[in-house]
């Protein structure tokens, strides 16, 4: 099986400029997850979407940052317009919520992440 | 403000040596913690998983959860070279729909 997706895997653009990043998840996968990591700040939860719904967006930094999911293969992360502190690794993530003994399961799966450089 | 909390390192062990990585959770109400294994320039890589009090284990990896001390831990043993990486812990709560809160890593160096 694929795994999560991602593209680009590296986007050097300029100040002022809209930027997409793009994710696949894991097929069957019902949750998906934005991350953003730096060195200063490590992971940082951005949104995340259930089904295809988004859930809590309390941690896009900005109005500048928006994010959909069309259905369920398929989403997107924009800035616009980007600026030279949006530069750092964003990750998508995957997950499928299902019943482990008398628990729930709900481990993470990664995606390469999009190494974004805004200058 | 649920955080999880781990030493940054680096911790330096040599080659063959037990690895003990540690972390430390706020939020009472998480059930399901997973350590995550980051090498430089990579994404996080799911290693382990643990949702009840104890031990687990898989390969050279255990994991251990305390739930009344709030407390995670992960062994490698026989650290290798290759185990050199950061790694992450996590805690879930299905309370919170599923959205995982990371630690912000231990850089683990094993020298040959």
């Known amino acids: 099986d694929a795994g999560v997706i991602q593209s680009p895997r590296h986007e050097v653009t300029e100040m002022g400029q809209e930027v997409t990043l793009r994710c696949k998840p894991i097929?069957?996968?019902?949750?998906l997850f934005w991350y953003r990591q730096t060195m200063m700040r490590g992971l940082e939860l951005l949104i995340y979407f259930n089904n295809n719904v988004p859930i809590d967006d309390s941690g896009m930094p900005e109005d500048r940052f928006s994010a959909k999911m069309p259905n369920a293969s398929f989403s997107t992360l924009k800035i616009q317009p980007s600026e030279p502190r949006d530069s750092a690794v964003y990750f998508c993530?995957?997950?499928?919520?299902?019943?482990?003994?008398?628990?729930?399961?709900?481990?993470?799966?990664f995606g390469p992440g999009t190494r974004l450089t805004v200058t | 403000q649920k955080e999880v909390e781990q030493n940054s390192g680096p911790l330096s062990v040599p080659e063959g040596a037990i690895a003990s990585l540690n972390c430390t959770y706020s939020d009472r109400g998480s059930q399901s913690f997973f350590w995550y294994r980051q090498y430089s320039g990579k994404s996080p890589e799911l290693i382990m998983s643990i949702y009840s009090n104890g031990d687990k284990e898989d390969g050279r990896f255990t994991a251990q959860l305390n739930k009344a001390s709030q407390y995670v831990s992960l062994l490698i043993r026989d650290s290798q070279p290759s185990d050199s990486a950061t790694y992450l812990c996590a805690s879930g709560n299905s309370g919170s729909n599923y959205k995982l809160t990371f630690g912000k890593g231990t850089l683990l160096t094993v020298n040959p």
């Open positions: 993530a995957s997950s499928l919520v299902w019943s482990v003994g008398r628990g729930l399961s709900y481990e993470q799966y």
């Open positions: 097929s069957g996968h019902n949750s």
